[in-house]
């Protein structure tokens, strides 16, 4: 399949309507367009069309027990797709849409089960991206999109990661430029007395609280492995850049990541960094170093780490080491997207030493 490639360009608003009418006609035919929004790109195609939304597995390769996220243009366009909101839904809907934030509410009787994936919910979110916007509007109906990565890839946050993934496997990508949040949106469950986070992201956990006075974490995100996630895409290894990847945590962890950066470059590895300014600033100059430097900044983090993460792929990085962040606030989804990146390969520095929390250590250790 040849995939069309519709760039938009800053006050055309004209042409770039014209473009978004040619995608939102092939998401009513049942084709699958790509299509940003403020976190990440989507994977879109009508939501209430079973055998369209199937070509979205299809192309991403992804496990069909894994349900997906309807996109809607107005808040009062979930009243068709739900079989009630809460009371709680109701105050996060007027809080924070539109906006990074998914709402699992008790399904209806239109929603497709290849979208609830045969759950008795469903997965709704307004973004807020005018280009997401629009194209739903046009489009005239909920776009079922899921992250528009090959599965098990990291997410992509530019119409260019899309392509790489997606090339000849859908009819169209819109490229609207790079997302401003770069991670994904929180996902709540509120179909609970007490609402749960199923999914860490943009609104943060003290955002949700100041609204719902008590919100609760899903337990199975602690890395508890007992327990299984509420939200079914959340136990798959996700975001995994090829090289193996280790988290440095604890107090520190600066000055060992430093120590392990230079004993793997004098054992000849090129080495992938993701760290703040103190650590990046104070490496070494060398060409086995691919630094990438969140100054001080969480946010920064979060816009880049999927194009990060990809950026070793392209650069052939040997071995990836990256610096935790604290977790509150945005903090709470970088670690949980990093965790997964390393393959919960954790290293926690303390006491002048560097233990193994969980999974391995690079060998160069
Ligand atoms: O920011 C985002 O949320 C992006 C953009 C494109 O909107 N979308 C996205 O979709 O990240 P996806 O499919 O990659 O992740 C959706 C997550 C998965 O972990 C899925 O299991 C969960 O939401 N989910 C979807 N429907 C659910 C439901 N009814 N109950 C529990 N979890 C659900
Ligand atoms: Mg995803």
Known sequence: MQTRLWRLIKNEEQLNEEKLNEAAALIREGEVVAFPTETVYGLGANGLNGSAVRKIFAAKGRPADNPLILHIAKKNEIEQLTAGLSANAQALMQAFWPGPL???????????DEVSAGLDTVAVRMPVHPVARRLIALAGCPIAAPSANKSGKPSPTNAQDVLE????????????GSSDIGVESTVVDTTTPVPVILRPGGITKEMLEEVLGAVEIDPALAGNSECRPKAPGMKYRHYAPQAPMYLFIGNEAPLQM???IAKGLASGKKIGVIAN?????????????VIRNWQEDPAVLAENLFTWLRSF?????????????AETGLGLALMNRLRKAAGNNILLAENQKLFVQSGTCPEFL
């Open 102 to 112: 998914t709402l699992v509410v008790p399904k209806s009787a239109l929603i497709p």
């Open 165 to 176: 993934d997606m090339n000849g496997l859908i009819a169209g990508i819109i490229d609207g």
């Open 258 to 260: 430093k120590a392990a």
């Open 277 to 289: 300014a103190a650590v990046a600033t104070a490496l070494p100059k060398d060409s086995n170093l």
């Open 313 to 325: 792929d392209h650069e052939k990085v040997n071995v990836i080491l990256a610096q935790g962040v």
